[in-house]
């Protein structure tokens, strides 16, 4: 087997890469030094064609390719002293046209896996096998690479959780504890190893309880007392790791049962004007969507309503195709995609006004409240119809966002006007759409660019934090592993 290296001076992205990230070629003068040599079969560009007019994100990233190639091809065919394209941050793309080249692939797999390992194994021969490796992020193409001897570079090898978690020293007990707050010069201080905040990230701390208690008089209540989340004063123009505070607003019958739900609660409790977006990457059964729709509930229904209304757009099985012949209007239609709002909003009432299971007539109140809910705050709108829209003084939940394209999840994105707050969640691990993987779909390319923006947060919540039932934690443990 290859040997695993952080930086290969040479490499081949597979199909997968490409179509995943069309920026690859075209990379600005700041960006990252992914390679010093990009080698890429002109085979490609023939399989790129099928699909360049797909209405999906491997459409639009086709026809990205497409372009940028045949400029780079015609910059390469009028140069005189080179055959190769040199990019804004001096990486250099050369394209492999060679017929010869054999294509070891016999079980049928797409010709670009072929490719790609052909041309691989032909830089292994003309630079020396260190130097070269495949991008990708296919676990078939990272399989057939390593079999056969030839080095493999993860796709986005690491994701942004909007979250971390660290041991407090105690010479900041005092610090956190009674003011509330780490300086961004005090963190720095503390931990030195670690990278600098980003705007509306999350500190979970780990402390000693007992010595918080017996040295400085300091009682552990609840969990919301050791996560801080970095904000920017635009008054002070500070930035400081401040304790969470929003989440003291929350009513009784919401309260987060994981430091996840702490963090997510925090930036769902925020006004519309310091987060308007709201990212949630988080595996099922963490009660991501039950947050999300519960806290809404609060903000529309109060006496004083920060929004009008709840704006829901459901996962789309369609991929923005029409929505079909499902009887009834638009909102009928759309309506059945969206159970899980529905199934929060009864549990929302239910939690609210305290009912008791096994009673019919309480049962019947409940759906009657819930209907009632539903016609007054919500409305149900599908992908296709989105186009044009002006989303103002909403709370928009755009849920399992994983089954959405990226050109889908950047279009719906511009539809927040002001007063609005989005919510984008939905669970990576459950990717329906043939076209994307874990970290390609809209819900993952939406965190990865908001990342560190103070217009949004990104919570992400794990396994350990999964609340629905201790099955679905065992579920998860042995099943997705």
């Known amino acids: 087997m290859a040997e695993r290296k952080d930086f290969h001076p040479i490499l ?19 960006s990252k030094l992914k390679a010093n040599d990009l080698l890429i079969p002109t085979q490609y560009i023939d399989r790129i064609h099928e699909f360049h007019k797909e209405k999906s994100s491997r459409g639009e990233s086709a026809n990205k390719l497409l372009e940028d190639s045949h400029y780079i091809l015609e ?19 050369h394209f492999i046209c060679n017929e010869e080249l054999e294509l070891i692939d016999t079980n049928g797999r797409p010709s670009s ?20 490796a495949i991008l990708t ?4 193409m990272a399989s057939k690479a390593l079999l056969s001897d030839i080095d493999v570079a993860h796709v986005n090898p690491y994701t942004y959780t909007g979250r971390r978690k660290l041991i407090l020293p105690e010479k900041y007990y005092t610090d956190w504890f009674t003011h509330r707050c780490l300086s961004a010069e005090s963190f720095a201080e503390a931990f030195p190893d670690q990278k600098p905040l980003l705007i509306n990230e999350f500190v979970e701390f780990e402390v000693d309880a007992n010595l918080a208690s017996s040295t400085y008089g300091y009682s552990i209540g609840s969990i919301t007392q050791l996560i801080g989340r970095f904000e920017y004063d635009e008054r002070s123009e500070m930035s400081t790791l401040r ?12 309260q987060p049962r994981s430091a996840g739900q702490a963090m997510l609660a925090e930036a769902l409790m925020a006004p519309a004007d310091e987060i308007p977006i709201v990212i949630c990457p988080a595996i099922f059964g963490t009660g991501k969507t039950y947050l999300a729709t519960s806290i809404g509930l609060t903000k529309v ?59 019919a007539k309480v049962a019947d109140n409940i759906n009657e409240r819930v209907v009632s809910l539903l016609e007054k705050y919500f409305e149900f709108a599908s992908i296709i119809n989105m186009g044009g829209r002006s989303l103002s003084n909403s709370w928009i939940i755009y849920d399992e966002a994983q089954d959405m394209e990226r050109f889908q999840i950047n279009q719906l994105m511009k539809r927040i006007g002001d007063g609005s707050k989005m919510i984008i969640t939905g669970d990576p691990n459950q990717v329906n759409n043939k076209h994307m993987n874990y970290y390609s779909n809209g819900l993952m390319y939406a965190a990865t660019k908001m990342a560190g923006s103070p217009y949004a947060a990104v919570v992400s919540m794990f396994e350990s934090e999964i609340t629905r039932s201790k099955a679905a934690r065992e579920i998860a443990r042995r099943l997705d592993h």
Not at 307 to 313: E, H, K, N
Not at 330 to 356: Q, S
């Open 12 to 30: 081949i992205p597979a199909l997968d890469a490409l179509i995943g990230n069309p920026e690859l070629i075209t990379p600005t003068t700041h």
């Open 75 to 93: 910059a390469i065919h009028y140069s005189n002293d080179s055959d190769t394209y040199t990019c804004a941050n001096g990486m250099r793309i």
């Open 113 to 132: 896996t072929a490719h790609a390992l052909a041309t691989a194994q032909y830089a292994q021969k003309e630079y020396g096998k260190d130097e070269i």
């Open 137 to 140: 992020g296919d676990n078939y």
């Open 243 to 254: 304790r969470l505070h929003y989440v003291d607003n929350l009513p009784n019958y919401i």
């Open 301 to 359: 229904t109060g006496k004083e309503p920060d929004q009008d209304r709840i704006f829901v757009v459901p996962r789309d099985a369609e991929l923005g195709k029409p929505i079909g012949f499902l009887p009834g209007d638009e909102r009928e239609k759309t309506i059945a995609k969206a159970m899980p709002i529905i199934d929060n909003v009864r549990a929302y009432v239910k939690n609210k006004e305290g009912h008791k299971k096994g009673n």
